[in-house]
């Protein structure tokens, strides 16, 4: 069985949908994806479960049990649930990101300014990861939202409307305008960042209740039946929460 597997067999969390601590892992049957989600508030993970919305069918066509802890609360978990339609009962949380680091997970960037609390110094450091500061690769993946991606499928069908942001209604039919369609058109990726953006500053004590974990950053493992390690992605950056962005669930090629 492997370490990994091992020790999130041990881990217990409270579980969102009924605030039970649980063990993380249920012994069910099957493939089982493991996703350790930075803070709920970050765009990586509002983003993430984005895409396992898109794929649920293929999820469930391989027989894959998802499991998902994010640090915040009970609150931010049922938040969470609520906007991006993640079950509740699939999402545990962690508070103090404990089981991150017990995983080794990067922990972003650290640097402590005299006088500073933890909590404004974990804003700062991750305002400088922002601009890519001990944050490889975020800056690009910015750019890539607006640029636009031909490896990346198209995000937004053309009868969707955009709403909940700061612009007027936006329809997916706008972005043929902007090279056609079929793939990632340029400022489709970014649209959805900026709806993810606003709910996030709309909600953020909710969606952050301690801020002192902002920079700490996540991790994607998925196992056999047996516990045997299938692939595992530890992320380094801010908006790096897959090997392959274009397509993040690129890696369930691994078990099809």
């Avoid at 983003?47 to 640090?71: C, D, F, M, P, S």
């Avoid at 910015?142 to 490896?151: A, I, L, M």
């Avoid at 937004?156 to 700061?166: A, Q």
Wanted: charged fraction near 20%.
């Amino acid at each position: 069985m492997n370490n990994v597997y091992s020790l999130l067999s041990q881990i217990q969390c409270q579980c969102v949908s009924d605030g039970e601590i649980k063990p993380i892992l249920d012994n069910s049957s099957g493939t089982t994806l493991v996703l350790l989600w930075s803070q709920l508030g970050d765009f990586d993970n509002l983003e993430y479960a984005w895409w396992l919305k898109k794929e649920n069918e293929k999820l469930q066509a391989q027989e894959i049990t998802v499991r998902a802890i994010g640090i915040g609360d009970r609150n931010s978990g049922l938040k969470f649930c609520e906007y991006t339609g993640f079950p509740q009962d699939c999402l545990f949380v962690d508070p103090t990101a404990k089981t991150h680091r017990q995983l080794g997970l990067y922990q972003g960037l650290s640097w402590k300014i005299p006088l500073l609390s933890a909590k404004y110094n974990a804003f700062i450091n991750l305002m400088l990861m922002c601009a890519g500061i001990g944050s490889p690769g975020t800056l690009s993946e910015v750019f890539r939202g607006y640029k636009g991606d031909r490896q990346a499928p198209q995000l937004i069908s053309n009868d969707e409307v955009i709403k909940e942001t700061p612009l007027p209604n936006i329809k997916g039919s706008l972005f043929k305008l902007a090279g056609g369609q079929g793939f990632q058109r340029p400022f489709e990726l970014a649209t959805l960042r900026l709806k993810n953006m606003t709910e996030v500053l709309s909600n953020w004590n909710t969606y952050v209740p301690d801020a002192t974990y902002l920079t700490q950053r996540g991790g994607t493992f998925l196992f056999s039946a047996e516990g045997e390690l299938l692939y595992e992605h530890r992320d380094r950056n801010i908006l790096g929460f897959a090997a392959n962005m274009s397509y993040p669930l690129s890696f369930l090629e691994v078990v099809s």
